[in-house]
């Protein structure tokens, strides 16, 4: 059964660097979401992206974001200048329809 | 805007035991509803989810959910759990006109089973 992957799993970095995390959604689905998780609080949407631009996106998601489908697989999320506050599980999800599937997430740690 | 309570935060109950979660929502239009299972550093799974129709829902692992539009809720339901059920539950809403829009979270309820 085709799954949305995501990578890496785990990335530390310092504050002030720039991450890019990678996801690879369902082949034939045509809409992508990232999510986040902070610990021990509940997920909340960040952004979705159709027909290769924004669709919506939520006040969390700031300057300091971007989202890329540079390629006829991938599907990165870059926060440009990491924070200490944006250490979260960061999900991808992708849907064809209603449904949105997730990938096992990446845990983001900014020291 | 769009909102899901679960009042419960942490529920225990006996393996073998049944289980119900409770989910509210909120929500302007015709709603899309979802529970999502996490388990400790995994990703989320579908358990189940209520687009029309049938408002009693069956999902993977013996999970059911039953749609009350009167009510607002969507609770989860199982008959007997297993040890393996163990994990935190998402209930979530979502819609739109072609059902593509962003997914509101509930803040989950941790389940732990006893032996």
């Known amino acids: 059964e085709p799954e949305v992957t995501q990578t890496p799993s785990h990335q530390v970095t310092q504050m002030g660097q720039e991450v890019i995390l990678r996801c690879v959604p369902i082949s034939n689905h045509l809409y992508f979401y990232w999510y986040r998780q902070i610990l021990g609080q509940k997920v909340e949407f960040l952004v979705s992206f159709y027909n290769n631009e924004i669709s919506e996106k939520s006040e969390i998601f700031d300057d300091q974001f971007s989202v890329e489908r540079p390629d006829g697989s991938n599907f990165t999320l870059k926060i440009r200048s990491t924070k200490l506050e944006d250490s979260a599980m960061y999900f991808c999800?992708?849907?064809?329809?209603?449904?949105?599937?997730f990938g096992p997430g990446t845990r983001l740690t900014v020291l | 805007a769009q909102s899901v309570t679960q009042p419960d935060i942490h529920i225990t109950v006996s393996e073998g035991a049944s289980l119900e979660l409770r989910c509210n929502y909120s929500y302007g239009a015709t709603p899309y509803l979802f529970w999502y299972v996490q388990s400790p550093g995994q990703g989320l799974q579908l358990l189940l989810k209520y687009f029309s129709g049938d408002t009693l829902v069956q999902g993977i692992k013996g999970f059911e959910a039953e749609f009350k539009r009167s009510q607002s809720s969507f609770n989860l339901r199982k008959p007997s759990v297993h040890w393996s059920d163990a994990a935190e539950y998402f209930c979530a809403v979502g819609g739109g006109i072609r059902g593509n829009e962003k997914l509101t979270f509930g803040t989950g309820t941790r389940l732990t089973i006893i032996p």
């Open positions: 999800a992708s849907s064809v329809g209603y449904t949105q599937y």
